[in-house]
């Protein structure tokens, strides 16, 4: 155990975490090393091939948008990548109301990938985290934004007597996230994936806040990824995977609880190894589509080429657009203008009607890139 589960004067048990990390945390078995390398290794090689992309900046929003939507659905959100898609650039009406959350989630992970340029991980950049994802969203009780909880909770059941899990009580939970923050802060023996490992768990341990303990959590990982320079550019999002094994990630989480803290640690590396193969050959396809289309815009007369270069990179942040999109991204003085730019797209095979039974205010996606990203994921 990394920590007890002990009787509150209300009659239920919570759970009191131990001093954090404890002695156990700095030796690991064989097969969690080897695999910490594999993993260490896959990333180092995505980071590298990142580096050789053009525009990568454009592209990585779709990654934050897929994490984000990911996330969310997790949570019991229903709404998709597509959705959020939409509803970002006001293009579609009647979209799912739990886009909000989607929405919410994008602002606070894009908000602390720039946060940490001038704060560090710590108590406080995880409290602005919260305001930014709790702030006028959706939720089902009093979320409290930014501020860690006064009260008890508990996860899942009618009450903590029933629960699954009973996080801290509020003394004791003060007490594990001044441990936390140290932990976060420490120069130590730890691999630097491992230690990744080791906050999230933690931090859904102590799930310090009344509600968005889950995708604040998450956003975490990439966080301590790109503060420790592990990744240059955030292009690994473990959300996709721990959507994809959901009850195997809940289960492990409590088995970290439950002091068999390496079948955490070898789920969390696990994800690390998928994800970070699966986006090696993401870039390598967005590298080949680029270059495919490029050579079909090269095609195109000069003015048209000139202003289908303009587009095509603004594409790969938002692969759903519409006639005034074009406009505005092209620099076009009139819709006719950028309607003509969408036709020569369309005839070159990059973009695609989204709905053909629709005559007028048209939506048109960049379909072959956004396959690349949808791939496995709903």
Same mark, same amino acid.
């Given at each position: 155990?990394?920590?007890?589960?002990?009787?509150?004067?209300?009659? /239920?048990?919570?759970?009191?975490?131990?001093?954090?990390?404890?002695?156990?945390?700095?030796?690991? $078995?064989?097969?969690?090393?080897?695999?910490?390398?594999?993993?260490?290794?896959?990333?180092?090689?995505?980071?590298?091939?990142?580096?050789?992309?053009?525009?990568?900046?454009? /592209?990585?929003?779709?990654? %934050?948008?897929?994490?984000?939507?990911?996330?969310?659905?997790?949570?019991?959100?229903?709404?998709?990548?597509?959705?959020?898609?939409?509803?970002?650039?006001?293009?579609?009406?009647?979209?799912?109301?739990?886009?909000?959350?989607?929405?919410?989630?994008?602002?606070?992970?894009?908000?602390?990938?720039?946060?940490?340029?001038?704060?560090?991980?710590?108590?406080?950049?995880?409290?602005?985290?919260?305001?930014?994802?709790?702030?006028?969203?959706?939720?089902?009780?009093? $979320?409290?934004?930014?501020?860690?909880?006064?009260?008890?909770?508990?996860?899942?059941?009618? $009450?903590?007597?029933?629960?699954?899990?009973?996080?801290?009580?509020?003394?004791?939970?003060?007490?594990?996230?001044?441990?936390?923050?140290?932990?976060?802060?420490?120069?130590?023996?730890?691999?630097?994936?491992?230690?990744?490992?080791?906050?999230?768990?933690?931090?859904?341990?102590?799930?310090? /806040?009344?509600?968005?303990?889950?995708?604040?959590?998450?956003?975490?990982?990439? /966080?301590?990824?790109?503060?420790?320079?592990?990744? !240059?550019?955030?292009?690994?999002?473990?959300?996709?995977?721990?959507?994809?094994?959901?009850?195997?990630?809940?289960?492990?989480?409590?088995?970290?609880?439950?002091?068999?803290? !390496?079948?955490?640690?070898?789920?969390?590396?696990?994800?690390?190894?998928?994800?970070?193969?699966?986006?090696?050959?993401?870039?390598?396809?967005?590298?080949?589509?680029?270059?495919?289309?490029?050579?079909?815009?090269?095609?195109?007369?000069?003015?048209?080429?000139? $202003?289908?270069?303009?587009? %095509?990179?603004?594409?790969?942040?938002?692969?759903?657009?519409?006639?005034?999109?074009?406009?505005?991204?092209?620099?076009?003085?009139?819709?006719?203008?950028?309607?003509?730019?969408?036709?020569?797209?369309?005839?070159?095979?990059?973009?695609?009607?989204?709905?053909?039974?629709?005559?007028?205010?048209?939506?048109?996606?960049?379909?072959?890139?956004?396959?690349?990203?949808?791939?496995?994921?709903?």
């Amino acid at each position: 155990m990394i920590g007890t589960n002990r009787r509150q004067p209300h009659g /239920f048990k919570a759970f009191i975490p131990d001093s954090f990390p404890h002695k156990g945390l700095f030796t690991y $078995s064989p097969q969690i090393i080897k695999k910490d390398a594999n993993a260490s290794r896959l990333l180092g090689k995505l980071d590298g091939i990142t580096h050789l992309l053009p525009d990568s900046n454009f /592209f990585i929003f779709i990654y %934050l948008k897929k994490d984000a939507a990911a996330s969310s659905q997790i949570e019991g959100t229903k709404a998709t990548m597509m959705d959020a898609l939409e509803a970002g650039v006001k293009i579609e009406n009647n979209l799912p109301e739990d886009v909000d959350d989607i929405l919410h989630y994008l602002e606070a992970l894009s908000y602390g990938m720039n946060r940490l340029k001038q704060l560090p991980l710590s108590l406080r950049f995880i409290c602005e985290i919260h305001h930014k994802l709790m702030a006028s969203a959706r939720s089902t009780h009093f $979320s409290d934004p930014g501020a860690f909880r006064k009260s008890q909770n508990w996860i899942n059941g009618r $009450s903590p007597a029933d629960a699954e899990f009973v996080p801290p009580p509020v003394d004791a939970m003060k007490s594990a996230l001044h441990d936390f923050e140290k932990f976060i802060h420490a120069v130590d023996a730890i691999p630097p994936l491992i230690k990744t490992a080791l906050i999230h768990a933690q931090f859904e341990t102590i799930h310090p /806040f009344l509600d968005g303990n889950g995708r604040a959590g998450r956003m975490l990982v990439p /966080f301590y990824l790109c503060q420790e320079q592990l990744l !240059e550019k955030p292009v690994l999002y473990l959300s996709s995977f721990f959507k994809k094994y959901k009850k195997i990630y809940y289960q492990r989480l409590m088995d970290y609880r439950e002091g068999q803290v !390496e079948k955490w640690i070898g789920f969390f590396l696990d994800g690390i190894i998928e994800i970070a193969e699966s986006a090696i050959v993401t870039v390598q396809k967005i590298t080949a589509l680029r270059e495919h289309d490029i050579a079909k815009i090269s095609t195109m007369n000069k003015t048209s080429s000139e $202003s289908a270069m303009k587009v %095509l990179p603004q594409l790969f942040a938002q692969p759903l657009v519409d006639v005034k999109i074009i406009r505005k991204w092209a620099g076009f003085t009139t819709n006719a203008g950028a309607q003509g730019l969408i036709d020569r797209f369309i005839r070159a095979g990059i973009l695609e009607i989204k709905d053909r039974s629709k005559t007028y205010a048209r939506i048109y996606v960049y379909r072959k890139y956004l396959d690349i990203f949808e791939k496995d994921f709903v």
